[in-house]
């Protein structure tokens, strides 16, 4: 049965927020000041989620979404809402975490950096391999479910990449069934070279098996590779990995006048002109001022940022766990002639826990969306570096980190947020803490 309720305002997760008196109503496509009718579709003790039934009296800022799977897929929260207003809601989102989670009351948050392109900005997606019909396809999944959606024609993606998807899941059609079982199929795309990679997860698989697999997308303009892996557990619980590589397993990027080469084991950026633009934001504010400021990266992945602040004088020390991450980076460093630059490849805690006090001027990290461990925070409480720039995913997970590290340590200067992923409900924040 409809129920007619009032859109409060925008949650983490795109969710729009209801309230009554007896319970907390999660709405998804609602925007702020809508009165809509909902059919609740999974109720607990002191909130439900419900499903958009119709829209009663409309918001400003709803528009058409263009995605003809928008309403069924999971991908993106957005598309209902016009891009300024979607811009807003992130900041909101970002601001209401920072003082409920982390209790900060006084930071200079700045307007939101947009991303230059609202659609067509993707230059790496992951798609999920289904069949339908007796028909391979590409796509994704419903929210909050394991059911499949076509995806190959999603907006996200850029168009050359999308002139590839299309290849890859015409060559997919055309077949009744696999030489193997293929999972996943990863698309990644280089920006300044126009040229892709095709990343394939099977579970298992040999190498005759793998072989024909990646022998059926030999031939697709501007794909210099492709890779498969299998990985699967032994009955001895050992993970066993298989790696097949057809052509070159690597991209090249452009990044501040730098050539960087990125494996298909290393990550990869989404938003290629959104990263640029976040760490000429970051490098303004670090403003090496001598040639002895010395620099520690955490989660430095194939090392960007701490090579960019290299070439501008600063002396950097990198820390990444990923090994391949790691050879790519120095691959950057010595084919770009960078030096005064180091990284090591360690887990960030285990690398902090032999700094010295004082041993580094400046700290930027940037950790996976779970956030820092209490072990590197308490690492960081230790080493008392006057400045730390934070780059966080995850709004929650930055707040509760920056809740600690300015307990007793720090304060919160400046906050930047930026719109890696414009459509969604994840937003990219930049903040500077100093020591007080």
Not at 95 to 121: K, L, M
Not at 203 to 214: G, V
Not at 273 to 293: G, H, K, P
Not at 329 to 354: C, M, P, V, Y
Request: with cysteine.
């Amino acid at each position: 049965m409809s129920q007619s309720f009032t859109i409060e305002r925008v949650v983490a997760g795109g969710w729009g927020l209801s309230r009554s008196e007896s319970i907390v109503t999660f709405i998804r496509g609602g925007l702020p000041g809508e009165v809509v009718t909902v059919t609740p579709d999974e109720w607990h003790p002191d909130y439900q989620f419900a499903t958009l039934d119709e829209v009663l009296v409309a918001s400003p800022h709803r528009v058409q979404a263009p995605c003809s799977v928008y309403e069924d897929c999971g991908g993106c929260q957005f598309q209902h809402a016009r891009y300024e207003a979607q811009l807003q809601y992130k900041q909101d989102v970002l601001e209401e975490a920072f003082s409920r989670i982390g209790r900060i009351e006084q930071a200079i948050f700045n307007d939101p950096v947009p991303s230059p392109f609202p659609y067509e900005y993707r230059r790496r997606v992951r798609f999920r391999v289904f069949q339908q019909h007796g028909t391979f396809h590409l796509g994704f999944v419903r929210e909050r479910s394991h059911s499949p959606v076509r995806g190959a024609g999603c907006l996200l993606v850029a168009k050359p990449m999308g002139q590839v998807i299309e290849y890859v899941e015409g060559r997919l059609a055309g077949l009744r069934k696999l030489p193997a079982f293929l999972s996943h199929v990863e698309i990644r795309s280089s920006d300044a070279f126009g040229t892709h990679l095709i990343l394939c997860t099977v579970p298992r698989a040999s190498q005759d098996q793998a072989r024909e697999l990646l022998a059926l997308f030999e031939g697709i303009p501007t794909v210099v590779g492709c890779v498969l892996t299998a990985s699967s557990v032994t009955a001895s619980h050992k993970r066993r990995v298989r790696r097949v590589v057809l052509g070159e397993p690597h991209l090249f990027e452009r990044f501040q006048d730098m050539i960087i080469r990125i494996s298909d084991r290393s990550f990869m950026q989404a938003n290629w002109a959104i990263y640029s633009m976040i760490f000429q934001t970051l490098a303004d504010w670090v403003n090496v001022r001598e040639r002895q400021t010395r620099v520690l990266e955490l989660y430095a992945g194939v090392g960007c940022v701490g090579l960019g602040l290299a070439k501008n004088g600063a002396l950097v020390t990198e820390v990444e766990e990923n090994p391949y991450a790691v050879a790519d980076a120095k691959l950057a460093a010595s084919q770009n002639h960078i030096g005064r630059f180091r990284i090591r490849a360690a887990k960030a805690e285990d690398f902090l826990a032999t700094v010295a006090a004082d041993e580094y001027d400046v700290v930027v990290l940037d950790p996976p969306r779970t956030g820092l461990s209490r072990r590197g925070i308490e690492s960081l409480e230790r080493i008392r570096t006057p400045r730390l720039f934070y780059l966080s995913c995850d709004a929650s997970s930055l707040a509760r980190d920056l809740n600690r590290l300015c307990a007793t340590l720090y304060r919160v200067r400046r906050v930047q947020a930026f719109d890696m992923f414009p459509q969604t409900a994840h937003i990219e924040t930049l903040v500077e803490l100093v020591r007080v």
